[in-house]
């Protein structure tokens, strides 16, 4: 008898999914604007995540039947996706806006085509249809350069950009290597390790890097560190990799159009945003290149039985 979970269930976690990951660019925002700096903003987040995941394995006791593979998977997850990942993300948003932040990092299924074409050129190939699709997610990358208002603040804005593409690409590295050689490893244990080697490596950067904290803990900022580390995080990444055993690869990718929409109406909602005309146009390009190179005539929005 099957234990798919009910129709509802995973409609419901795929909607939260969408708001988690969405809303954690405000979140982000908040935690700059409370006076931390970059990387301990990175490492608080990393720290309470790996903590939750600690508990949870902890509970579960899943089994340790770990290879030399499994540990190397672990330790590129921690150090590019749970670690440079989220330096990138936090310098970047010291300098644009989380709306903006957010359509820039829906490039991130376009960066995944064109690494996948690089380390696993067998099974993801790159073929005229991917090919058209990521010119397409340049062409809205460049317009997000390209706008007046960015050309008249120099360089910090054009910095804050570069940061969080940087990001995009460090996150889609690990991606294309667990599809590759990970397929079989626990996704609680490829957290719980991942979010443990982030804290260990993140926490005495920052002390090396941008000294002693010196923000006040307030109560806005213990929040939103809160609900990055346990929401974002850790229930976060536990709802996708979840719902990546239930629905289709093309529909989890859907993410990609609806995340920033949340972050872009946040952002104006609670700190007063506004994109300009060349910011929407960009990310509509980027929607099309996603769409063009993620469409299969068979591609249907099925449930995986």
């Not at 690494?115 to 340049?138: C, D, N, V, Y």
């Not at 990970?182 to 982030?198: E, Q, R």
């Not at 995080?233 to 289709?248: D, E, K, N, T, V």
Request: with cysteine; aromatic share 14%; charged share 10%.
């Amino acid at each position: 008898m099957s234990n798919r979970p009910a129709k509802i269930l995973l409609y419901l976690a795929f909607i939260a999914n969408i708001f988690v990951f969405g809303s954690s660019w405000m979140f982000n925002k908040m935690v700059l604007q409370e006076g931390v700096s970059p990387i301990w903003g990175a490492a608080m987040r990393q720290s309470i995540a790996a903590l939750a995941f600690l508990i949870a394995f902890l509970i579960k006791r899943p089994k340790l039947n770990l290879t030399k593979q499994h540990i190397k998977l672990i330790v590129i997850y921690g150090v590019f996706m749970m670690s440079l990942g989220h330096i990138f993300s936090f310098y970047g948003q010291k300098h644009i806006d989380s709306g903006l932040a957010s359509i820039i990092f829906s490039f991130f299924p376009l960066a995944v085509i064109l690494i996948s074409a690089m380390l696993i050129p067998q099974k993801e190939p790159l073929t005229l249809r991917k090919i058209m699709g990521t010119l397409l997610g340049f062409a809205g990358i460049v317009l997000l350069f390209y706008t007046q208002n960015m050309l008249d603040a120099g360089t910090a804005q054009l910095l804050g950009i570069a940061f969080v593409l940087m990001s995009v690409f460090v996150n889609s590295i690990p991606n294309v290597i667990i599809k590759r050689d990970g397929l079989k490893l626990d996704p609680l244990i490829l957290n719980t390790g991942g979010m443990l080697i982030a804290s260990i490596l993140l926490l005495p950067t920052a002390f090396i890097v941008e000294g002693a904290p010196t923000f006040e803990l307030t109560k806005q900022l213990i929040f939103a560190e809160l609900y990055l580390g346990v929401i974002c995080s850790a229930a976060g990444f536990f709802l996708y990799f979840w719902l990546m055993r239930y629905i289709s690869v093309f529909k989890l990718a859907l993410t990609a159009y609806i995340t920033p929409l949340v972050a872009v109406f946040l952002g104006y909602i609670f700190y007063n945003e506004i994109l300009s005309l060349n910011h929407y146009i960009g990310m509509l390009l980027i929607f099309a290149g996603i769409f063009i190179t993620e469409f299969k005539k068979t591609g249907k929005f099925k449930i995986k039985n």
